[in-house]
Nanobody
Framework: QVQLVESGGGLVQAGGSLRLSCAASGRTFSNYDMGWFRQAPGKEREFVAAISWGGSSTSYADSVKGRCTISRDNAKNTVYLRMNSLQPEDTAVYYC??????????????????WGQGTQVTVSS
């Protein structure tokens, strides 16, 4: 089991920035690829970004590419999502997720086994 706890969400004005954190505990953090997803009210959960276990490989949704950076610190068992130039459409609950699977897609929720409880990000116009 891996336990994930997100933090760093909040209310920010359009054009502002936030850095989300996700602290992991339980199993060896460096064994897991990590992802960030978000879910807005009335919408399905969507992929935001993913990072490989060692941090050498990252991927992003087109909607956030160039504005977001995913990173991880395996010594601190933490993955981060830095978000810049935030817009009202970025408003959502943001979730981090972990997977040790080699075969499942990293840009889909079904690719992950463990999820945090989410942190709310609200961007005002």
């Amino acid at each position: 089991q891996v336990q994930l706890v997100e933090s760093g969400g909040g209310l920010v004005q359009a054009g502002g920035s936030l850095r989300l954190s996700c602290a992991a505990s339980g199993r060896t953090f460096s064994n897991y690829d990590m992802g960030w997803f978000r879910q807005a009210p009335g919408k399905e959960r969507e992929f935001v970004a993913a990072i490989s276990w060692g941090g050498s490989s990252t991927s992003y949704a087109d909607s956030v590419k160039g504005r977001c950076t995913i990173s991880r610190d395996n010594a601190k068992n933490t993955v981060y999502l830095r978000m810049n130039s935030l817009q009202p459409e970025d408003t959502a609950v943001y979730y981090c997720a972990a997977t040790a699977s080699f075969s499942r897609p990293r840009n889909m929720a079904v690719g992950y086994d463990y999820w945090g409880q989410g942190t709310q990000v609200t961007v005002s116009s």
